[in-house]
């Protein structure tokens, strides 16, 4: 069955992005779940009840997370309702919310998905490794099909998981940075793995923001607003193919197409 994970939705640009390209997308590549990252989804940080409702009305299915989850204080008037929405795993115990579940599709076929934040770079939480191992243990004997989303800044602990967790789950599958890298692969375990899913959101800008003020900030180190920036809106992903029999990832192909 076919996969389709989309990279940091950001702001109102990436949600019409979704609106406008996701249901064609779904048609031509025979996609039967789809996976998007939605921290930055309201605003350009966090997410709320309207702007959640907005993302599965477009046919989206789980929406995993990062560090920014908890920008927006409304969330936590879903989090522990809702268990199609996931924060990190490997935050502390009492955190909120859920940082894995499993799913049914239309079919019937078990999808997991665990979301997970790294360490380097980002704040000091749990450790994501210990995490993932614990979740595939837990979750392992229930389905085949595992997809892992890893929110981390830096490029060797990405790789460093896809490695761990290779032939334990479908894929691991890196966001956060909103830049798509091009190392997708299949790792010799059958985990399909890529760096970074990249951003659907603009990208006339600095990882989603109005160029003006970041470069403000990089040339005066003086705290600027950092807005949502509206051009050349493009919906960037991955979609891979998963045997859902054994759970092993036959192909990973990355998707980048310009709507606005």
Not at 26 to 53: M, Q
Not at 57 to 81: A, E, N
């Amino acid at each position: 069955m076919k996969i389709l994970f989309l990279g940091d939705i950001v702001g109102e640009p990436g949600r019409n992005a979704l609106k406008v390209a996701l249901p064609q997308l779904r048609k031509d590549s025979a996609v039967e779940f789809v996976i998007a990252n939605a921290e930055n989804a309201a605003g350009g940080s966090g997410i709320t009840p309207r702007v959640t409702e907005e993302l599965f009305s477009c046919g989206v299915d789980v929406l995993t997370s990062g560090d920014h989850i908890w920008k927006k204080r409304d969330v936590f008037d879903i989090i522990d309702k809702e268990p199609r929405i996931l924060r990190p795993e490997n935050f502390p115990s009492g955190a909120p919310g859920r940082g894995h579940n499993v799913f049914l599709t239309d079919r019937g076929v078990k999808v997991g998905v665990i979301n997970l934040q790294g360490r380097v770079f980002m704040e000091p939480i749990d450790c994501p490794f210990q995490a993932a191992r614990r979740v595939v243990e837990d979750i392992g004997p229930l389905c085949r099909i595992i997809i892992v989303d890893l929110h981390a800044e830096a490029t060797s602990e990405k790789v460093a998981m896809g490695w761990f967790l290779d032939g334990r789950v479908s894929a691991v599958l890196g966001t956060h940075t909103h830049v798509q890298t091009a190392d997708e692969r299949i790792l010799p375990q059958a985990t399909a793995y890529i760096t970074d899913v990249g951003m659907t959101g603009p990208l006339d800008s600095v990882i989603g923001r109005r160029t003006e003020a970041v470069l403000a900030r990089f040339l005066s180190a003086i705290p600027q607003r950092f807005e949502v920036a509206q051009g050349n809106v493009q919906l960037q992903g991955v979609v891979v193919d998963v045997d859902e029999q054994t759970g092993r990832a036959r192909t990973i192909q990355r998707v980048k197409k310009k709507l606005i």
